[in-house]
C-alpha cells in the first residue's frame, strides 16, 4: 500500500475505534452496537480494492482485538474484518464512482450481517457461546439496522477523503479528456458545424460570399448600361 493510504487508514481507523468504544458503546442500544469500525473499512475497501480491503480489515480488525476492553481471543475480529474487506473490496465500482446509493447500501447489509456471523462462527470454534444467550436473530437484525442508518454519514465521507488522498494525476487528466469531449459534442451540436471541418466550413462561406459580391457587381454593371 501507499505511504498515504496507510497514514489515512490508519488515522481514520484509530479516530473509529475510539468513538466506538467511548460513544457508541456506552449507548446502551438493544441488540448489537453501532459497528462504526466495519463503516471505515468498507469505505476504503469500496476506494481500495479487494487487496486494499484486506489489509486495512486485518489492521483495523487487530487493532480492536488489542485494544480495551476487549474480551476476546486476539486476531478473531481481525480474521472477520480481513475477510469482510476483501469481500466488500470486490465490489469497488470499475470507474471508481459510485452511480447511485443502492450497492453501498447492500454492501453495507451484507457487511454487518457476515460480520456477525463469522464473529459468532469464529468464536463458537474457540468455546464461546455469548450470542448463543444474546440471541443470533437480533444480533443480526439489530447490527444490520443501526450499521444502514449510520453508513450515510459515514461512508460517503470516507471514500471522498480515500479519493482526495489518492491524488492520481491520470484519473484528472481523463476527466479533463472527457470534459473535452463534451464541450466539443455540445459545440457541433450547436453550430451543425462538425469540430474537425471548421476550416472547410468557413472556406466555403467565404466561397459563397464571394460569389454574391460577383453576381450582385453584374447585375449593378447591367443597370448602368
Known amino acids: 500500500m501507499r505511504v498515504n493510504r496507510i497514514l489515512l487508514s490508519s488515522a481514520l481507523i484509530v479516530v473509529a475505534l475510539v468513538l466506538q468504544v467511548s460513544v457508541l458503546a456506552r449507548l446502551h442500544l438493544p441488540g448489537a452496537v453501532p459497528d462504526l469500525l466495519l463503516l ?26 488489542l485494544a480495551p476492553p476487549a474480551d476476546h481471543a486476539a486476531g478473531r475480529y481481525a480474521l472477520v474484518l480481513c475477510v469482510i ?10 470507474n471508481g464512482r459510485l452511480k447511485s446509493a443502492t450497492g453501498p447500501m447492500v454492501v453495507v447489509v ?59 494525476p491520470l484519473a484528472e487528466t481523463s476527466s479533463a ?4 469531449d463534451i464541450s466539443s459534442g455540445w459545440l457541433s451540436s450547436g453550430t451543425g458545424l462538425k469540430i474537425g471541418g471548421q476550416r472547410g466550413g468557413l472556406g466555403s462561406l467565404k466561397t459563397k460570399a464571394r460569389a454574391r459580391t460577383a453576381r450582385v457587381g453584374r447585375i449593378k454593371g447591367v443597370k448602368r448600361l
Do not use: C, Q
Open 85 to 94: 474487506g476483501y469481500l466488500a473490496g470486490l465490489a469497488k465500482p470499475e
Open 177 to 180: 479528456a472527457k470534459s473535452a
Open 40 to 65: 471505515t473499512v468498507l469505505g476504503l475497501a469500496l476506494v481500495y480494492g479487494h487487496v486494499g480491503g484486506a489489509l486495512v480489515g486485518f489492521g483495523a480488525g487487530l487493532l480492536a482485538d
Open 110 to 168: 451484507a457487511a454487518a450481517l457476515g460480520t456477525t456471523l463469522l464473529y459468532a462462527g469464529v468464536g463458537a470454534l474457540v468455546g464461546d457461546t455469548t450470542a448463543r444467550h444474546v440471541g443470533l436473530p437480533s444480533l443480526l437484525f439489530t447490527a444490520a439496522l443501526y450499521d444502514l442508518l449510520l453508513a450515510p454519514f459515514v461512508v460517503p465521507g470516507i471514500m471522498a477523503l480515500a479519493r482526495r488522498a489518492e491524488n492520481d
